[in-house]
């Protein structure tokens, strides 16, 4: 009996054990399972991570001297377009680049990609990079598809609105207005390259951008400031604006300081907001260079580090503008350019006697129109201190 019993307790025990290493190897496979779950999400957690560390990588560098990433210059567009590398191939030998818009700030000397031809003769000098905020890019732009844009000239405004009672009667406001023209003119120039010169990618490209295109725009600039309006000439501000200097109130014993603040608040009285002042560099030294009793700048001094800047009013200064002139007011109040086409780059190998002489001709143009729709917004002249007036209160 006692045999039986033990028998039985073994079996049992067998089968326990039996129960116990089934389930254990069930254990194993579901861990085995669970294991290599976590390695597959793991391998891929560590792709992701491998991938992302790529992309900061490469967008670090894109941006190590401060070039936005993906932001391509006009010269870069050109050099790796399709119609540049046919020409070098042989399989054209002229072709047509259109940029969306006028050029920019986007304009640098910089290529970060590598040359189709490595480089042999140097990067071009001369004329430095334009990376400053020129006069066109505070000035609206509107598209056109005409060659002649007519426009509304205001010569007057007289702001009668107010607050009325129920059922009295509104007062009427005087807007004098006349039918004016503005002409779409075209400001273009070329040069001519060896063939070799053009195969040297970032040479062309720094070539475009320091010559052609900047050469564009560094003349628009000079037009929209003192253009005469005589086609093809654009219609400058300096020969369109008033000198509201007088009517400001500045007279003998004011300083030039005085003169920009006087000049704004007419301007701001009229119900404008001036938002730029434009002077020559020499004019923007004179004010640099103005002290007090004490000796101390005015301005800041040298130590001073914030944009240029009178009465909170951003100053820009330009060669163009002739030494001795000021343009104060606001341009987007005041002005329009209307653009027919932005600027173009086209290449040839075909001009003149460029096949026997193995030479290719670069040519680059823009077309525009500038309009002065409503002067009073804008003040232009003399930058000086009446010297026969009588002295201001």
């Known amino acids: 009996m006692e045999e039986n019993n033990t028998n039985e307790l073994l079996s049992a025990i067998k089968e326990f054990g039996e ?16 294991d290599e779950k976590i390695k597959s999400l793991s391998d891929e957690q560590a792709k992701a991570a491998k991938d992302l560390n790529e992309v900061l990588q490469k967008a670090h560098h894109e941006n190590a001297a401060g070039t936005p990433a993906q932001v391509k210059t006009a010269g870069q567009t050109f050099i790796e377009s399709a119609g540049y590398k046919s020409m070098l191939s ?42 400053g905020t020129k006069i066109q890019d505070l000035i609206p732009t509107v598209q056109t598809a005409s060659n002649m844009v007519e426009y509304l000239k205001s010569s007057s405004v007289t702001n009668n609105a107010a ?25 273009a120039h070329w040069v001519r390259l060896t063939r070799q010169a ?8 720094s070539y475009i951008m320091n010559k052609l295109l900047v050469g564009l725009r560094k003349t628009i600039e000079a037009q929209i400031l003192n253009g005469d309006g005589t086609s093809p000439n654009l219609p400058g501000l300096l020969t369109t604006v008033s000198d509201n200097a007088t009517a400001a109130g500045v007279a003998k014993g004011d300083t030039l300081i005085d003169f920009v603040l006087k000049v704004k608040n007419h301007i701001e009285t009229l119900n404008y907001t001036p938002n730029i002042l434009v002077l020559n560099p020499a004019q923007w030294t004179t004010l640099s ?18 944009g240029k800047s009178v ?52 040519r680059a143009e823009e077309r525009l129109g500038f309009a002065v729709e409503d002067p009073n917004a804008l003040s232009a002249g003399d930058f000086s201190i009446p010297t026969s007036a009588s002295s201001s209160s």
């Open 19 to 34: 129960k116990i290493t089934a389930v254990e190897t069930d254990v194993k496979a579901s861990r085995a399972a669970i």
């Open 90 to 131: 042989g399989e054209q030998k002229s072709f047509r680049l259109a940029f969306k818009d006028a050029i920019g700030s986007q304009a640098s000397n910089s290529v970060s990609h590598g040359s189709i031809v490595p480089p042999a003769q140097g990067k071009f000098v001369g004329i430095p990079d334009d990376t």
């Open 163 to 187: 607050f009325v009672a129920e059922a009295a009667p509104k007062p009427e406001s005087a807007f004098t207005f006349s039918l004016a023209n503005c002409k779409i003119e075209t400001v």
């Open 198 to 205: 053009y195969e040297d990618a970032p040479l062309v490209a």
């Open 289 to 306: 260079l103005m002290k007090n009793t004490l000796g101390e700048y005015l301005l800041g001094g040298p130590a001073m580090v914030a």
């Open 311 to 362: 009465w909170g009013l951003p100053v820009l200064t330009s060669g163009a503008l002739p030494a001795g002139k000021y343009i104060l007011g606001s341009l987007q109040e005041g002005c329009t350019i209307y653009q027919r086409m932005g600027a173009e780059m086209m290449a040839s190998f075909d001009d003149a006697s460029n096949f026997t002489t193995n030479l290719v001709t670069l």
